[in-house]
């Protein structure tokens, strides 16, 4: 804008707390027509239709959660349909979710992804993209280029879950032959690495000496099942050239591993969740099935060396891994913990409550970089950035508005998953969501949910270069403008 001229908005947010992954400044954020268009000092020079004041308050991008369940079905077992899902999500800051995908044995890949926009995706109150799961069947797997059409790009593998996941491991053949059509289409592999094989004969193991509890959980399925995955994973992406996102890593041991690895290999890159930074094999021991997951809870030791990868990137982004039972389905499981009890919990609406109170408030983390892996990370792997996952003017006007003043103790009833439970009931939380805007639009103030079921629009994934400097959060970029709380605006 020139100066003087005087340019009619929607909404100013004033004096807030802007952080974006580059850094933080005190000062303002302009929204028209859904997207953000001006950050700086901007008071005079816009005449905007409402303004919140922001004194105090954080003002953040909203965070997009890459790697989310629902149920896709009456029948299924999950709690959270799309509808409860995403109303549980924006509660806690998420605004865009990467749900996954899989359709049942011998559905096309193309007709599951269409089945699921129109029945649980059109119920999304918020914006989403569907990862495309896969299953190890050759006609399937050969499918895998003419999803791209669909707007998805990132392929969803599993290597464990032989006795589980309702026949969804790949063995080494068939792994290679996925991930040679995902690089075609300059895609990302999205991996499960656990050794299925490996785990199978350690239950069995476990099982013959009368151990198919809890106890056995984590002797079953030890971190260095996760390492050997990750290094046949790495062998398959040298010899397919398709870059890979470790999904969900939880160990010091993996995580040490990975960096290693990326000194002869690009294109590895690597998530986590809530769980692995703060619960410990110790808490299954005591909530049991509730919070038996998949890797599973580690120990004290590696919940710190998690931290530490997030904090240098090694670890690029945090994710929920959000799928959420009802107690009682829980509890129902059959007598053999190893096998009977399914895997997940709840956590997408409490994740932002994590990553501030335990990474932030602790001094783990700084804030620009819980941005990074909340936000700008996930948006760029699964080509949503600059869109989402930014505040830089273009991008649409995603905000959550954080006061970090309030502590709040959580409980199943403070939360809005229709799980009955959560693993952090008791726990104290440092700040709280006070207001959410999708594409400009309030959809959440002071707890209250405005927006509705059909309110969000499905996100196709542009390509992105997974082995560029540029693809990494953390490369140089855009923000100087924001760091330095001079106006940047777009025309």
Same mark, same amino acid.
């Given at each position: 804008?020139?100066?003087?001229?005087?340019?009619?908005?929607?909404?100013?947010?004033?004096?807030?707390?802007?952080?974006?992954?580059?850094? *933080?400044?005190?000062?303002? &954020?302009?929204?028209?027509?859904?997207?953000?268009?001006?950050?700086?000092?901007?008071?005079?020079? &816009?005449?905007?239709?409402?303004?919140? %004041?922001?004194?105090?308050?954080?003002?953040?991008?909203?965070?997009?959660?890459?790697?989310?369940?629902?149920?896709? /079905?009456?029948?299924?077992?999950?709690?959270?349909?799309?509808?409860?899902?995403?109303?549980?999500?924006?509660?806690?800051?998420?605004?865009?979710?990467?749900? #996954?995908?899989?359709?049942?044995?011998?559905?096309? *890949?193309?007709?599951?992804?269409?089945?699921?926009?129109?029945?649980?995706?059109?119920?999304?109150?918020?914006?989403?993209?569907?990862?495309?799961?896969?299953?190890?069947?050759?006609?399937? =797997? @050969?499918?895998?280029?003419?999803?791209?059409?669909?707007?998805?790009?990132?392929?969803?593998?599993?290597?464990?879950?032989?006795?589980?996941? %309702?026949?969804?491991?790949?063995?080494?053949?068939?792994?290679?032959?996925?991930?040679?059509?995902?690089?075609? =289409? %300059?895609?990302?592999?999205?991996?499960?690495?656990? !050794?299925?094989?490996?785990?199978? #004969?350690?239950?069995?193991?476990?099982?013959? *000496?009368?151990?198919? @509890?809890?106890?056995?959980?984590?002797?079953?399925?030890?971190?260095?099942?996760?390492?050997?995955?990750?290094?046949?994973?790495?062998?398959?992406?040298?010899?397919?050239?398709?870059?890979?996102?470790?999904?969900?890593?939880?160990?010091?041991?993996?995580?040490?591993?990975?960096?290693?690895?990326?000194?002869?290999?690009?294109?590895?890159?690597?998530?986590?969740?809530?769980?692995?930074?703060? &619960?410990?094999?110790?808490?299954?021991?005591?909530?049991?099935?509730?919070?038996?997951?998949?890797?599973?809870?580690?120990?004290?030791?590696?919940?710190?060396?998690?931290?530490?990868?997030?904090?240098?990137?090694?670890? $690029?982004?945090?994710?929920?891994?959000?799928?959420?039972?009802?107690? /009682?389905?829980?509890?129902?499981?059959?007598?053999?913990?190893?096998?009977?009890?399914?895997?997940?919990?709840?956590?997408?609406?409490?994740?932002?409550?994590?990553?501030?109170?335990?990474?932030?408030?602790?001094?783990?983390?700084?804030?620009?970089?819980?941005?990074?892996?909340?936000?700008?990370?996930?948006?760029?792997?699964?080509?949503?950035?600059?869109?989402?996952?930014?505040?830089?003017?273009?991008? !649409?006007?995603?905000?959550?508005?954080?006061?970090?003043?309030?502590?709040?103790? =959580?409980?199943?009833?403070? *939360?809005?998953?229709?799980?009955?439970?959560?693993?952090? $009931?008791?726990?104290?939380?440092?700040?709280?969501?006070?207001?959410?805007?999708?594409?400009?639009?309030?959809?959440?103030?002071?707890?209250?949910?405005?927006?509705?079921?059909?309110?969000?629009?499905?996100?196709?994934?542009?390509?992105?270069?997974?082995?560029?400097?540029?693809?990494?959060?953390?490369?140089?970029? #855009?923000?100087?403008?924001?760091?330095?709380?001079?106006?940047?605006?777009?025309?």
């Amino acid at each position: 804008m020139s100066a003087g001229e005087r340019r009619s908005i929607d909404l100013l947010i004033s004096c807030g707390t802007v952080v974006d992954a580059g850094g *933080l400044a005190v000062t303002d &954020l302009a929204v028209a027509d859904g997207s953000i268009v001006a950050v700086g000092e901007l008071a005079g020079r &816009l005449d905007a239709r409402r303004t919140l %004041d922001a004194r105090g308050l954080l003002v953040l991008p909203g965070l997009v959660d890459g790697h989310f369940h629902c149920a896709a /079905a009456s029948a299924s077992p999950v709690a959270d349909d799309m509808r409860q899902g995403t109303i549980s999500a924006v509660h806690g800051g998420v605004t865009t979710v990467m749900v #996954h995908v899989f359709g049942s044995r011998g559905q096309p *890949l193309a007709e599951a992804l269409e089945s699921f926009a129109a029945t649980s995706g059109s119920q999304s109150v918020i914006d989403y993209g569907m990862h495309c799961g896969v299953r190890p069947e050759i006609e399937l =797997v @050969d499918q895998i280029p003419s999803v791209v059409s669909l707007g998805s790009r990132s392929f969803k593998f599993h290597l464990g879950y032989r006795k589980t996941g %309702d026949g969804r491991m790949f063995d080494t053949d068939l792994l290679l032959a996925g991930m040679e059509h995902v690089a075609s =289409v %300059d895609g990302v592999a999205i991996v499960h690495a656990e !050794d299925g094989h490996v785990i199978d #004969h350690l239950e069995n193991k476990a099982t013959a *000496l009368g151990r198919s @509890d809890a106890s056995s959980f984590l002797d079953t399925r030890p971190d260095i099942a996760e390492e050997m995955a990750m290094e046949r994973v790495v062998a398959v992406s040298e010899l397919s050239g398709c870059p890979v996102l470790f999904a969900h890593l939880t160990s010091a041991r993996s995580a040490a591993r990975l960096a290693e690895l990326r000194a002869r290999h690009d294109g590895l890159h690597a998530e986590t969740q809530p769980h692995y930074l703060v &619960l410990t094999d110790d808490d299954l021991q005591e909530q049991g099935a509730m919070v038996k997951v998949g890797p599973p809870l580690r120990t004290a030791a590696d919940n710190v060396a998690i931290w530490e990868a997030l904090r240098r990137g090694t670890i $690029e982004s945090l994710s929920s891994d959000h799928v959420p039972y009802r107690r /009682a389905t829980k509890d129902a499981a059959g007598p053999d913990f190893l096998v009977d009890t399914p895997f997940g919990l709840p956590g997408v609406e409490t994740m932002l409550g994590i990553a501030y109170s335990q990474g932030v408030v602790e001094g783990r983390v700084s804030l620009p970089r819980m941005v990074r892996f909340l936000a700008e990370a996930p948006a760029r792997r699964f080509g949503l950035f600059p869109r989402k996952g930014s505040l830089r003017p273009g991008a !649409d006007a995603d905000i959550v508005i954080f006061d970090p003043r309030p502590s709040w103790t =959580v409980t199943p009833d403070t *939360l809005h998953s229709a799980a009955d439970f959560t693993p952090f $009931e008791g726990w104290r939380f440092e700040g709280r969501v006070k207001s959410v805007f999708q594409r400009g639009r309030q959809v959440v103030a002071d707890g209250e949910l405005l927006g509705e079921p059909g309110d969000g629009t499905y996100l196709p994934q542009d390509p992105v270069d997974h082995f560029s400097s540029l693809a990494v959060p953390g490369a140089k970029d #855009h923000r100087e403008g924001l760091v330095s709380g001079s106006p940047a605006v777009v025309p």
